[in-house]
C-alpha cells in the first residue's frame, strides 16, 4: 500500500462503528481501511491525532458570501421580517462577494467541516468550494421572479450562470414565497431535466404560513411593498394550503431536493416530506438570532425523518461552527421531550450522514468507510468510555476541532494537534 497514511488516535467513530485505539488507512484520497492501529501500523506512515477520529463533518445549508456582513449574526431580532429589514440594508452595501465567500469557507475548515450546501446570490462565488478543493454543492440560488420576466430573461439569465460551475453545481429556489408560481415550477421542472439537485428555504418563519395559505400577514405584506404584488399567491388571495404541501404541489420536493430550516410544520407536513424522500437542514441558532420558534426537532426524530445541520450564514448566526447547532439540536430535544437513548448517535448521524443524504453524496461521504473519500475530522474530545465521548461531542463539541482531512490532505490542524504528533 504504497503512500498510505494511517490516521489514529485514542477513538475512532466511523459512523457505523467505534474502535478503541482506531485507525483510518488513506491511500491518495479515498479510505483505503479502517480498525485498529495494531491491525493497520505496518500499511504506512502513522499519523497520531490527540481525541478522536470522526466522518468528516457537513454544513448542509449555509451562505458563505454573507461572512462579512457577521454583525448581523451576532444581534436579535424580535421576527424574522425585522431581520429582512435589516438584512436588505446591510445587502445593498456590500460587494466583494468572492472574498467574504473564501473567508467563509476557511472558517468552515477550521471548524471541521469537509463539505457544504452551500447557497451562492453573486456568481463570483459560485466557484468557491470547488476553487477551494471542499465537497458539497454551490447551489444558485433564484428569487424575486415575475412569471413574465422569467420567460423573457430570468430563465436564461440562469442557464447562463450554471454555464460558469466548475464544481458540483444545484438550484435554489428561494422560498415559496419569494418566486411567483411559475418560477417555482419551472425550477423544479428545470432541476430534474438537468439532473440537478435542489434546495430550498421552507417553512422557516410562521409569516410565510398566513403568506402561503392566504396571501396576507406581515411577510405578504413586505413583498407587497417591494414591489411584488402581482405574484399569484399575493394576487389570488394564497393557495389555501400549507406551505409544505404548496412546495409538494409544485415539484419542489423530492428525494433530489433538501429544505432549510422546516420549523412550522405540523404532523402531515413531516409525513410528506418523509414520503417524498426531503431531508431536512435544521439551523437552530439562525433560528434564535432571528426571533423564530424552535424547529420540532422530537418530533422529526420520533416519526423517523432525515435530517442533517446548517449553520446558516453569519449573517444570521454567531459562527461557523456546526457542532455549536448539534448542541442546540440536543437541548432542544431535551426539551421537547425526546428521552430516548439514541439521541447522541442520532444527532452525530444528522451532521455526518445525514448531510451527505442531503446533497446525495452520501456514497462518497459520511462515514469512515474502505473506498469512501478520505475526509476526517479530528474532534479534541476523548472520555473513558465511547458513550462519554459521543455524549461530549454531541453536548458540547463547539470549538473542538482539532484538524480537518479532505481528501487525505490535511487542510487545517491546531497548533496544539501538531505538537501530539
Given at each position: ?19 478503541r485505539?482506531?485507525a ?34 457537513v ?7 454573507y ?18 429589514e ?30 457544504l ?43 447562463d450562470?450554471?454555464a ?11 422560498a ?55 405574484f399569484a ?28 430550516h ?44 432525515t ?8 449573517s ?6 456546526v ?11 431535551r ?57 461530549a461531542?454531541v ?6 476541532a ?14 496544539s494537534?501538531l505538537?501530539?504528533?
Amino acid at each position: 500500500m504504497t503512500g498510505t497514511r494511517v490516521h489514529t488516535a485514542p477513538w475512532v467513530f466511523t459512523g457505523e462503528r467505534v474502535v478503541r485505539r482506531g485507525a483510518v488507512a488513506v491511500t491518495g484520497a479515498k479510505i483505503s481501511a479502517v480498525g485498529t492501529l495494531d491491525e493497520l501500523r505496518s500499511a504506512g506512515e502513522v499519523v497520531e491525532w490527540p481525541g478522536t477520529l470522526v466522518p468528516g463533518l457537513v454544513n448542509a445549508h449555509t451562505h458563505l458570501q454573507y461572512t462579512h456582513m457577521a454583525a448581523l449574526g451576532q444581534g436579535t431580532y424580535a421576527s424574522f421580517e425585522d431581520w429582512s429589514e435589516a438584512f436588505e440594508a446591510e445587502y445593498s452595501r456590500r460587494d466583494g462577494w468572492r472574498t467574504s465567500a473564501e473567508d467563509g469557507l476557511a472558517a468552515a475548515i477550521s471548524n471541521g467541516t469537509t463539505a457544504l450546501g452551500d447557497v451562492v446570490t453573486h456568481a463570483e462565488a459560485l466557484n468557491v468550494l470547488a476553487d477551494g478543493r471542499v465537497h458539497g454543492i454551490a447551489y444558485w440560488e433564484v428569487m424575486a421572479w415575475h412569471d413574465a420576466d422569467w420567460a423573457v430573461r430570468g430563465r436564461q439569465q440562469t442557464l447562463d450562470v450554471l454555464a460558469q460551475a466548475t464544481g458540483a453545481i444545484g438550484l435554489s429556489p428561494h422560498a415559496p414565497y419569494s418566486l411567483d408560481t411559475g418560477v417555482l415550477d419551472d425550477l423544479g421542472r428545470l432541476a430534474r431535466e438537468l439532473g440537478l439537485r435542489s434546495h430550498v428555504h421552507l417553512a422557516e418563519s410562521a409569516a410565510e404560513h398566513e403568506y402561503v395559505f392566504q396571501g396576507a400577514g406581515a411577510l405578504a405584506e413586505q413583498w407587497r411593498d417591494w414591489g411584488y404584488g402581482e405574484f399569484a399567491l399575493l394576487r389570488g388571495g394564497g393557495a389555501a394550503v400549507r406551505a409544505v404541501t404548496y412546495a409538494g404541489t409544485r415539484g419542489v420536493l423530492g428525494g433530489h431536493t433538501h429544505i432549510a430550516h422546516g420549523i412550522y410544520v405540523d404532523a402531515e407536513d413531516r409525513a410528506l416530506l418523509r414520503s417524498t424522500g426531503t431531508v431536512v437542514a435544521l439551523c437552530p441558532r439562525s433560528n434564535a438570532v432571528l426571533g423564530l420558534d424552535a424547529a420540532p426537532v422530537a418530533a422529526y426524530l420520533r416519526e423517523g425523518n432525515t435530517i442533517a445541520v446548517g449553520t446558516d450564514s453569519l449573517s444570521s448566526s454567531p459562527s461557523l461552527d456546526v457542532l455549536a447547532d448539534v448542541s442546540a439540536l440536543y437541548r432542544i430535544a431535551r426539551a421537547q421531550g425526546y428521552t430516548a437513548p439514541d439521541l447522541h448517535s442520532r444527532l452525530f448521524a444528522a451532521v455526518t450522514a445525514g448531510g451527505a443524504a442531503a446533497m446525495g453524496l452520501d456514497d462518497r461521504l459520511g462515514s469512515l468507510t474502505a473506498g469512501k473519500l478520505a475526509d476526517i475530522t479530528v474532534v479534541g474530545i476523548e472520555e473513558s468510555t465511547a458513550a462519554d465521548t459521543l455524549a461530549a461531542i454531541v453536548e458540547a463539541g463547539q470549538g473542538s476541532a482539532e484538524a480537518t482531512i479532505i481528501d487525505g490532505a490535511i487542510r487545517f490542524a491546531r497548533e496544539s494537534a501538531l505538537m501530539s504528533r
